[in-house]
T-cell receptor
Framework: AQSVAQPEDQVNVAEGNPLTVKCTYSVSGNPYLFWYVQYPNRGLQFLLKYITGDNLVKGSYGFEAEFNKSQTSFHLKKPSALVSDSALYFCAVRDVNTGFQKLVFGTGTRLLVSP | DTAVSQTPKYLVTQMGNDKSIKCEQNLGHDTMYWYKQDSKKFLKIMFSYNNKELIINETVPNRFSPKSPDKAHLNLHINSLELGDSAVYFC??????????????FGDGTRLSIL
C-alpha cells in the first residue's frame, strides 16, 4: 500500500526567502505525486503534479517540486516566499501500476511566512 | 462558477440525529469522493463513486451512507450522529477514476459539529 510522509508539522520562513516543504513517499510501483494547498475554511486546491518525464515540475503561484526517485522524495519549493503563501500544504501519492487506487494524503505541513 | 459545491457549509446538530450533506459538481467529471478531515487536519477518504457506482468504501461505520443519483451529485447521509463524527467533510471530483493522473477538485467543506 502507498503512503506519504511529511516530516515537518510547520515550516517558518521570512518573506522573500526560499522555502521548502518536504515530502517522501512509498509505493510498490511508479508514483503519481501531487501537491495541494488549503487556505483557512477552504477546500484543497491543486498546485502541481508529477507524472513522468522532467523531474522538476512547475505549478501554480510560482511553486515547483523536484521528484527524486532514489530518495523517494517530492519536495515543494518556491524561490521567494510571500506572506500570502501561508497555508496548509498536503502531499499526496497514487500508485500507477496497481490499477485503481485511492489518493493517499500526507498529514500536512503548515507554512508560515512572516513579513 | 463554483466547480464543486457542498451544502450546507455549517451543520450543528445534536447527538443521535440524522443529517445529510449534498454535493454537486459542474465539471463533467466521472468520479466523486467524500473525505473526512479531523481536528488535526488529517484527511482520509471515505467513499468514491464512478458513474453512480461505488468503487471505494473505506472502513467507515455503516451509519454513513453515500448516494449518487447521477454522476454530478454525491450525497452523504449520516444516521445516529456521534460526538466523534465532528469534523469537516469534503466532497471532491476528478475526470477519471483510479489510476488517472488527473487532480481532484475539492469543495469548500461542510463543518459538522455534534453537541
Amino acid at each position: 500500500a502507498q503512503s506519504v510522509a511529511q516530516p515537518e508539522d510547520q515550516v517558518n520562513v521570512a518573506e522573500g526567502n526560499p522555502l521548502t516543504v518536504k515530502c517522501t513517499y512509498s509505493v510498490s510501483g511508479n508514483p503519481y505525486l501531487f501537491w495541494y494547498v488549503q487556505y483557512p475554511n477552504r477546500g484543497l486546491q491543486f498546485l502541481l503534479k508529477y507524472i513522468t518525464g522532467d523531474n522538476l515540475v512547475k505549478g501554480s503561484y510560482g511553486f515547483e517540486a523536484e521528484f527524486n526517485k532514489s530518495q523517494t522524495s517530492f519536495h515543494l519549493k518556491k524561490p521567494s516566499a510571500l506572506v500570502s503563501d501561508s497555508a496548509l500544504y498536503f502531499c499526496a501519492v497514487r500508485d500507477v501500476n496497481t490499477g485503481f487506487q485511492k489518493l493517499v494524503f500526507g498529514t500536512g505541513t503548515r507554512l508560515l511566512v512572516s513579513p | 462558477d463554483t466547480a464543486v459545491s457542498q451544502t450546507p457549509k455549517y451543520l450543528v446538530t445534536q447527538m443521535g440525529n440524522d443529517k445529510s450533506i449534498k454535493c454537486e459538481q459542474n465539471l463533467g467529471h466521472d468520479t466523486m469522493y467524500w473525505y473526512k478531515q479531523d481536528s488535526k487536519k488529517f484527511l482520509k477518504i471515505m467513499f468514491s463513486y464512478n458513474n453512480k457506482e461505488l468503487i471505494i468504501n473505506e472502513t467507515v461505520p455503516n451509519r454513513f451512507s453515500p448516494k449518487s443519483p447521477d454522476k454530478a451529485h454525491l450525497n452523504l447521509h449520516i444516521n445516529s450522529l456521534e460526538l466523534g463524527d465532528s469534523a469537516v467533510y469534503f466532497c471532491a471530483s476528478s475526470q477519471e477514476p483510479g489510476y488517472s493522473n488527473q487532480p481532484q477538485h475539492f469543495g469548500d467543506g461542510t463543518r459538522l459539529s455534534i453537541l
